[in-house]
């Protein structure tokens, strides 16, 4: 009797943990390392900057999300961009440059451009300072902001006509703190407005703004945080002076270190340009910096260090680094395992993918996964569309959902609506699949398709045979996708819809994961994220960790 009771409060107590760690299932990957820092964003970090990520290694988040694309010279960089594959607004870069796309560049002429400002901390600002009618930012993240940020580095100039300098850790204007001023916002504005809520007229003028500001990034506090782990010496051999191979062995070819692998082969090019700068003396090697922001860098900090000449050098190439573009392999040298890493896919460059396996082939023990827009639909419709078109009659049956679709017996599907065709081919069928080549591949790196919310969601079926031919064990939706009811495409004119936990539910049933994902202008509402959490989705991209982090949780207390 006594043993049976004692399983009996065994597996209640087991059941109740369950019960408690629900929300805890729920991983939270920062969008971007820590959130977007455009036009619109939050994040008081360069978005997929090394500063960024570090945000995200400090909060102990379980991973992060980032974007990247194919060089001219076939690298791989860590960058959003924009839509039509030009550089976007989180870069000073010049007028020769400004229309250019990133796959005609070549990885070096990339990382020649400085970071610039995030939007949050300039226009963005000022922008809650006037009493916009958008906001995007609660009390809890401008306090971050000014904690966490601005403070740690002191008043910093927003005069746009004015480059801040990088031979202090103060800057002024006014004799105003940024970080004071940032505090007395929060504490006068009641109400808190998104900046989707804008016009897009409106949106565009904002982002236009932010496209000819010209403030660079600077963080001389976090500069101390990082000599400190190049002190360490875990981080030399990973960031060594440019060229050096690094001597850890978990970053070499798995098969003796000779092979030629995608490493060596960038290498040799490096080691010849570090064996020109070891030759330099120090004012040659300050000449030779091209980056003017961070020659003031090494003028106004590194140089001022009691270390030797190769050092000073090494210091200042590591540093660097998080103010630039990085390349993936940089990421992955500087954080290893501390985080997962969500690579989503961009570009029209097929071979990527390709690219990316050759890197990733010296990091096996880590945690990755792959993701793009760019997927075709492969539920042969397509192939079936021109004799569904030929075909005159369309019975009763065909006029309702899909009988052979799970929404068929779902008591939330509604009457069909007029539509084009569903049978159409998909506008993507058109663009680069940037997802084929890493369909079942080698390192066994699971896959997601991402899913757009300004599109209609494909039926069950259609989604469903999509994954299976890219072997996608998940799927990546818009957080607004599920906030009513989802609409689908049905057969040939009808639309199909079905409750947002039906959805959730079928993908769940098939053994798919799911993410949610939050965008460049999407606020994260605590409420949002705290419904997404209940509703049991596997993982969450949010743009702010720390309001991602309190809704977990709080879901995991209750």
């Given at each position: 009797?006594?043993?049976?009771?004692?399983?009996?409060?065994?597996?209640?107590?087991?059941?109740?943990?369950?019960?408690?760690?629900?929300?805890?299932?729920?991983?939270?990957?920062?969008?971007?390392?820590?959130?977007?820092?455009?036009?619109?964003?939050?994040?008081?970090?360069?978005?997929?900057?090394?500063?960024?990520?570090?945000?995200?290694?400090?909060?102990n988040i379980d991973g992060v999300e980032l974007d990247v694309w194919l060089t001219k010279d076939k690298q791989v960089v860590v960058i959003h961009g924009t839509d039509d594959g030009l550089l976007g607004h989180t870069l000073l870069y010049d007028e020769d440059s400004q229309q250019k796309c990133?796959?005609?560049?070549?990885?070096?002429?990339?990382?020649?451009?400085?970071?610039?400002?995030?939007?949050?901390?300039?226009?963005?600002?000022?922008f809650y300072q006037q009493g916009s009618t958008a906001s995007g930012v609660s009390t809890v993240e401008m306090e971050n902001v000014a904690t966490n940020h601005t403070e740690r580095e002191g008043i910093i100039s927003h005069n746009d006509n004015n480059v801040c300098s990088c031979s202090s850790g103060h800057h002024h204007q006014g004799g105003h703190s940024h970080g004071l001023r940032v505090k007395t916002l929060v504490k006068n504005e009641e109400e808190q407005v998104k900046?989707?809520?804008?016009?897009?007229?409106?949106?565009?003028?904002?982002?236009?703004?932010?496209?000819?500001?010209?403030?660079?990034?600077?963080?001389?506090?976090?500069?101390?945080?990082?000599?400190?782990?190049?002190n360490e010496g875990s981080l030399q051999g990973s960031f060594s002076e440019e060229g050096e191979q690094s001597s850890q062995g978990?970053?070499?070819?798995?098969?003796?270190?000779?092979?030629?692998?995608?490493?060596?082969?960038?290498?040799r090019r490096e080691r010849r340009n570090a064996r020109m700068s070891e030759q330099l003396l120090e004012g040659e090697f300050i000449n030779s910096i091209k980056c003017?922001?961070?020659?003031?860098?090494?003028?106004?900090?590194?140089?001022?260090?009691?270390?030797?000449?190769?050092?000073?050098?090494?210091?200042?190439?590591?540093?660097?680094?998080?103010?630039?573009?990085?390349?993936?392999?940089?990421?992955?040298?500087?954080?290893?395992?501390?985080?997962?890493?969500?690579?989503?896919?961009?570009?029209?460059?097929?071979?990527?993918?390709?690219?990316?396996?050759?890197?990733?082939?010296?990091?096996?023990?880590?945690?990755?996964?792959?993701?793009?827009?760019?997927?075709?639909?492969?539920?042969?419709?397509?192939?079936?569309?021109?004799?569904?078109?030929?075909?005159?009659?369309?019975?009763p049956a065909a006029s309702s959902p899909d009988a052979?679709?799970?929404v068929a017996s779902s008591p939330a599907a509604s009457p069909p609506a007029a539509s084009p065709p569903a049978a159409s081919p998909p506008d993507n069928v058109q663009q680069a699949d940037l997802l084929k080549?890493?369909?079942?591949?080698?390192?066994?790196?699971p896959?997601?398709?991402?899913?757009?919310?300004?599109?209609?969601?494909?039926?069950?079926?259609?989604?469903?045979?999509?994954m299976k031919y890219y072997n996608a064990e998940w799927a990546h939706f818009s957080y607004r996708s599920f906030m009513r009811p989802v609409v689908m495409n049905g057969n040939k004119r009808n639309k199909i819809v079905t409750s947002a936990n039906h959805f959730i539910e079928m993908l769940h049933n098939n053994k798919k994961k799911i993410m949610i994902y939050w965008g460049t202008e999407d606020k994260d509402e605590y409420e949002d994220l705290l419904l997404y959490i209940k509703m049991g989705v596997d993982s969450i991209c949010p743009n702010n960790i720390d309001v991602a982090r309190q809704a977990r949780l709080h879901a995991s207390s209750e």
């Open positions: 009797m006594g043993t049976r009771k004692g399983k009996f409060i065994l597996l209640a107590s087991f059941l109740y943990v369950v019960k408690n760690c629900a929300g805890q299932m729920t991983t939270i990957v920062g969008h971007r390392g820590c959130g977007t820092s455009e036009a619109g964003g939050t994040s008081p970090y360069p978005e997929n900057s090394l500063y960024s990520f570090k945000k995200a290694v400090d909060e990133i796959e005609d560049l070549t990885a070096e002429e990339i990382q020649s451009y400085h970071f610039k400002e995030p939007w949050i901390l300039n226009k963005g600002r000022r900046f989707a809520t804008l016009s897009r007229s409106e949106k565009l003028r904002k982002k236009m703004e932010y496209a000819d500001y010209g403030q660079p990034y600077i963080n001389m506090e976090e500069n101390e945080e990082l000599e400190k782990l190049f978990e970053e070499q070819p798995s098969q003796g270190g000779e092979e030629p692998t995608y490493e060596p082969r960038q290498s003017s922001f961070c020659k003031e860098l090494y003028t106004g900090y590194v140089m001022k260090k009691n270390y030797t000449l190769k050092k000073k050098k090494k210091l200042f190439k590591f540093l660097s680094k998080f103010y630039h573009v990085p390349l993936l392999k940089d990421l992955l040298n500087l954080y290893k395992d501390k985080l997962t890493y969500d690579i989503e896919l961009k570009g029209t460059k097929e071979d990527l993918g390709v690219h990316i396996l050759d890197v990733l082939e010296n990091y096996k023990q880590y945690k990755f996964k792959f993701s793009s827009f760019n997927w075709v639909l492969q539920d042969g419709q397509m192939e079936k569309g021109s004799e569904q078109e030929k075909s005159a009659e369309v019975s052979s679709s799970p080549p890493l369909r079942n591949n080698k390192l066994n790196i896959v997601a398709l991402l899913f757009s919310d300004d599109e209609v969601m494909p039926n069950f079926v259609s989604i469903l045979s999509t």
